[in-house]
């Protein structure tokens, strides 16, 4: 009678360890699942804050720049764009189409001496580095984190959990191809 007893007691300790460690695992990687979403919230609330400030600076150069209509129209769909994207990859997308234009209109701004001097035009060009340099952060803090998930739900024994529970690999949010072109800056000349 003692040894069955025993016996019992080793098998429900043996069960309550494999529980233990059944729960620590999938908690561990809801917790890392739940740091990945935050981080992604990171980048919207910045990328909210640069789509924020683009009417500003659109209204701003409106002005100065009445024969870069073109420029102006791409930034302000560009922003649009960014806005109405959904996933990591769409906002990747966006987020590059928009600092994409906007280097084009700024690199257009340079053209014109009296709106680089406008105070207002020159306190936005500040807010949206600043801006960018959350941003890009941002990006790299998310990137992280979404490393450290990847990693975690790869590793055994992890990784048997991960498939049991559907638990997937996240998406890094990337470059798009040719970010790192210099975009093409044409001046239109006639006014």
Same mark, same amino acid.
């Given at each position: 009678m =003692? =040894? =069955?007893s025993t016996i019992f007691i080793i098998i429900g300790a043996v069960i309550l360890l494999l529980a233990g460690f059944l729960i620590s695992r999938y908690n561990g990687m809801v917790t890392l699942g739940e740091k990945v979403d935050a981080k992604f919230s990171d980048i919207d609330t910045q990328l909210q804050?640069?789509?924020?400030?683009?009417?500003?600076?659109?209204? &701003?150069? =409106?002005?100065?720049? !009445?024969?870069?209509?073109?420029?102006?129209? @791409?930034?302000?769909?560009?922003?649009?764009?960014?806005?109405?994207?959904? &996933?990591?990859?769409?906002?990747?997308?966006?987020? !590059?189409a928009l600092t994409g234009a906007l280097n084009n209109l700024l690199a257009i701004a340079e053209n014109y001496p009296d709106l680089k001097a406008n105070e207002n035009f020159t306190t936005l060009m500040d807010e949206l580095a600043g801006t960018e340099n959350r941003i890009a952060t941002a990006r790299k803090d998310y990137n992280d984190v979404v490393k450290e998930f990847n990693t975690s739900i790869k590793q055994f024994p992890n990784s048997i959990f991960a498939g049991m529970f559907g638990f997937?690999? @996240?998406?890094?949010?990337?470059?798009?191809?040719?970010?790192?072109?210099?975009p093409t800056v044409q001046f239109n000349t006639t006014e």
């Amino acid at each position: 009678m =003692k =040894k =069955k007893s025993t016996i019992f007691i080793i098998i429900g300790a043996v069960i309550l360890l494999l529980a233990g460690f059944l729960i620590s695992r999938y908690n561990g990687m809801v917790t890392l699942g739940e740091k990945v979403d935050a981080k992604f919230s990171d980048i919207d609330t910045q990328l909210q804050r640069r789509t924020d400030l683009i009417p500003n600076l659109v209204n &701003s150069v =409106k002005g100065y720049m !009445s024969h870069e209509q073109d420029a102006i129209e @791409k930034v302000t769909s560009a922003r649009t764009q960014l806005m109405n994207a959904s &996933s990591v990859a769409e906002k990747g997308e966006a987020d !590059s189409a928009l600092t994409g234009a906007l280097n084009n209109l700024l690199a257009i701004a340079e053209n014109y001496p009296d709106l680089k001097a406008n105070e207002n035009f020159t306190t936005l060009m500040d807010e949206l580095a600043g801006t960018e340099n959350r941003i890009a952060t941002a990006r790299k803090d998310y990137n992280d984190v979404v490393k450290e998930f990847n990693t975690s739900i790869k590793q055994f024994p992890n990784s048997i959990f991960a498939g049991m529970f559907g638990f997937g690999e @996240k998406e890094y949010f990337r470059a798009q191809e040719g970010a790192n072109e210099v975009p093409t800056v044409q001046f239109n000349t006639t006014e």
